[in-house]
């Protein structure tokens, strides 16, 4: 006899009615950014309230995926809110059902994890009312173009070492073959502008993919004492097992899709919200590399945005102009030259806007808003040049001689305190590796010229092009 897990949340989460539901998600999907570039979505974090707060943090997030990707398996990991049990439960059911349709569980796969580890378990009571995973399906469904089978994981451990055994037995299977969904929401019941600050320190700590550093965050604002917050992440060991898994694979890459809180939502307060961040993760197919006509027309984009600030103008692109390799989300410095002299140089190095937003709004800044230079003005504009330099993420690294002067930028990060050179200008400067590091630390971090030794230290690499007088 076929065992299905019916939807505990149906009617209450998302509507219970097939053709309700189709429109309902159809909605949340209008005006997601288009999924761009080459890269293989090997994961999401994504958020697992009702729709009407988290969907359409959700739904951008799932965005990211090729329709017409084919995964094997679908792994939802998500931690149990009812139930605290040793270990994670694997679904041993057949099927989950939602309003679309029955979705199949993987029952050879199951039963290989199973009798991998001890750690994991089956307890059919954490499934059964557990929303965490459910909410994730319909959104899946209505996205991806092929049928898919599913491996549902819920956690009930909260040991560090369990959450890493649990890793080490998923990691052969994060390969290209399957996709893992990491269910969780962020801070619980700050008022809005502390959520937006707690939850953004969160995020930013998954993102730099670092364990560590996620458990030392978590641990900060356990201590903060922050008012009406609960937990700044309930799905913290879904999170943990899959950085676990991810933190020495230097081919990954996490990135920021969308962030909303429930205050955000027409039926939200914003006395006491709940976060919601989307981020995606994903594996490079190819080098990272951008066509000649692709930087020249982010060149003639600079210029244009500088002839658009010195006038007192917006800059709008009609999105149909605006090259698919220019899509990436990519950090980027543009340096403004007047009569072949620096005049202005500001960046971006984060990697969550598109490229070409971060061109223009660099563009915009370097010409009129850095203070170490006199603002370009209308006379100026035929005696200018313009220099961008597209930047690869930036990766944290433990040991110095891991830095190439002249290859890798380098940012520096104490505190509130940051500062970072591009790789052209240890290049420029003939700087060895402790230079470059003795300089960035105080002329830029302003922490002294040793204040790098205690610090964190980033690395990265650079496109640059530059138009034809720079």
Same mark, same amino acid.
């Given at each position: 006899?076929?065992?299905?897990?019916?939807?505990?949340?149906?009617?209450?989460?998302?509507?219970?009615?097939?053709?309700?539901?189709?429109?309902?998600?159809?909605?949340?999907?209008?005006?997601?950014?288009?999924?761009?570039?080459?890269?293989?979505?090997?994961?999401?974090?994504?958020?697992?309230?009702?729709?009407?707060?988290?969907?359409?943090?959700?739904?951008?997030?799932?965005?990211?995926?090729?329709?017409?990707?084919?995964?094997?398996?679908?792994?939802?990991?998500?931690?149990?809110?009812?139930?605290?049990?040793?270990?994670?439960?694997?679904?041993?059911?057949?099927?989950?059902?939602?309003?679309?349709?029955?979705?199949?569980?993987?029952?050879?796969?199951?039963?290989?994890?199973?009798?991998?580890?001890?750690?994991?378990?089956?307890?059919?009571?954490?499934?059964?009312? *557990?929303?965490?995973? /459910?909410?994730?399906?319909? @959104?899946?469904? #209505?996205?991806? $173009?092929? +049928?898919?089978? !599913?491996?549902?994981?819920?956690?009930?451990?909260?040991?560090? *070492?369990?959450?890493? /055994?649990?890793?080490?037995? @998923?990691?052969? #299977?994060?390969? $290209?073959? +399957?996709?893992? !969904?990491?269910?969780?929401?962020?801070?619980?019941?700050?008022?809005?502008?502390?959520?937006?600050?707690?939850?953004?320190?969160?995020?930013?700590?998954?993102?730099? +993919?670092?364990?560590?550093?996620?458990?030392?965050?978590?641990?900060?604002?356990?201590?903060?004492?922050?008012?009406?917050?609960?937990?700044?992440?309930?799905?913290?060991?879904?999170?943990?097992?899959?950085?676990?898994?991810?933190?020495?694979?230097?081919?990954?890459?996490?990135?920021?899709?969308?962030?909303?809180?429930?205050?955000?939502?027409?039926?939200?307060?914003?006395?006491?919200?709940?976060?919601?961040?989307?981020?995606?993760?994903?594996?490079?197919?190819?080098?990272?590399?951008?066509?000649?006509?692709?930087?020249?027309?982010?060149?003639?984009?600079?210029?244009?945005?500088?002839?658009?600030?010195?006038?007192?103008?917006?800059?709008?692109?009609?999105?149909?102009?605006?090259?698919?390799?220019?899509?990436?989300?990519?950090?980027?410095?543009?340096?403004?030259?007047?009569?072949?002299?620096?005049?202005?140089?500001?960046?971006?190095?984060?990697?969550?806007?598109?490229?070409?937003?971060?061109?223009?709004?660099?563009?915009?800044?370097?010409?009129?808003?850095?203070?170490?230079?006199?603002?370009?003005?209308?006379?100026?504009?035929?005696?200018?040049?313009?220099?961008?330099?597209?930047?690869?993420?930036?990766?944290?690294?433990?040991?110095?001689?891991?830095?190439?002067?002249?290859?890798?930028?380098?940012?520096?990060?104490?505190?509130?305190?940051?500062?970072?050179?591009?790789?052209?200008?240890?290049?420029?400067?003939?700087?060895?590796?402790?230079?470059?590091?003795?300089?960035?630390?105080?002329?830029?971090?302003?922490?002294?010229?040793?204040?790098?030794?205690?610090?964190?230290?980033?690395?990265?690499?650079?496109?640059?092009?530059?138009?034809?007088?720079?």
């Amino acid at each position: 006899m076929e065992v299905k897990r019916e939807p505990a949340v149906a009617g209450l989460f998302y509507e219970d009615n097939p053709a309700l539901l189709l429109e309902q998600i159809k909605s949340l999907f209008t005006g997601t950014e288009v999924p761009v570039g080459k890269d293989h979505v090997k994961a999401l974090i994504l958020p697992h309230a009702g729709y009407i707060f988290s969907g359409e943090v959700a739904a951008t997030g799932i965005n990211r995926i090729d329709p017409n990707s084919r995964y094997e398996n679908i792994f939802l990991i998500g931690t149990s809110h009812r139930i605290s049990f040793n270990g994670a439960s694997l679904y041993q059911g057949d099927y989950f059902i939602t309003p679309l349709g029955a979705i199949p569980v993987n029952h050879e796969l199951v039963r290989t994890i199973s009798s991998e580890s001890l750690c994991f378990n089956y307890n059919s009571d954490a499934h059964i009312k *557990e929303h965490s995973l /459910e909410v994730q399906l319909p @959104l899946l469904q #209505y996205h991806l $173009q092929y +049928n898919f089978n !599913i491996v549902p994981i819920l956690i009930g451990t909260r040991s560090l *070492e369990t959450c890493g /055994e649990i890793a080490a037995v @998923l990691e052969p #299977y994060f390969n $290209q073959n +399957n996709l893992f !969904i990491i269910s969780t929401d962020f801070s619980h019941y700050p008022n809005y502008n502390d959520a937006v600050e707690l939850d953004t320190e969160t995020a930013k700590a998954i993102i730099e +993919n670092n364990p560590e550093l996620l458990l030392k965050t978590l641990e900060k604002h356990d201590k903060e004492n922050t008012p009406g917050l609960s937990t700044s992440l309930c799905g913290w060991s879904s999170v943990l097992t899959l950085m676990y898994m991810t933190e020495n694979n230097t081919n990954l890459k996490y990135t920021h899709v969308q962030y909303k809180n429930s205050g955000d939502s027409p039926i939200g307060d914003k006395a006491g919200v709940v976060g919601y961040h989307s981020i995606v993760i994903t594996e490079s197919q190819n080098e990272f590399e951008l066509l000649k006509n692709e930087q020249e027309w982010l060149i003639r984009c600079a210029l244009n945005t500088i002839k658009d600030a010195i006038n007192s103008r917006s800059t709008n692109l009609p999105e149909d102009e605006i090259p698919d390799g220019v899509k990436i989300y990519a950090g980027a410095f543009v340096s403004v030259y007047l009569n072949n002299e620096l005049n202005g140089c500001i960046g971006h190095i984060g990697s969550d806007e598109p490229l070409w937003k971060n061109v223009i709004r660099c563009a915009r800044a370097a010409a009129t808003e850095d203070n170490r230079f006199s603002a370009i003005v209308p006379e100026d504009f035929d005696k200018i040049s313009v220099e961008i330099s597209v930047l690869t993420p930036p990766k944290m690294i433990d040991n110095i001689e891991l830095i190439i002067p002249g290859k890798h930028g380098i940012l520096i990060k104490k505190g509130s305190q940051q500062g970072t050179f591009l790789p052209q200008v240890a290049k420029k400067m003939n700087w060895n590796t402790l230079e470059m590091l003795e300089h960035c630390s105080h002329d830029k971090a302003k922490i002294g010229k040793d204040g790098w030794e205690k610090s964190e230290i980033y690395i990265y690499e650079a496109i640059v092009f530059k138009s034809n007088q720079a």
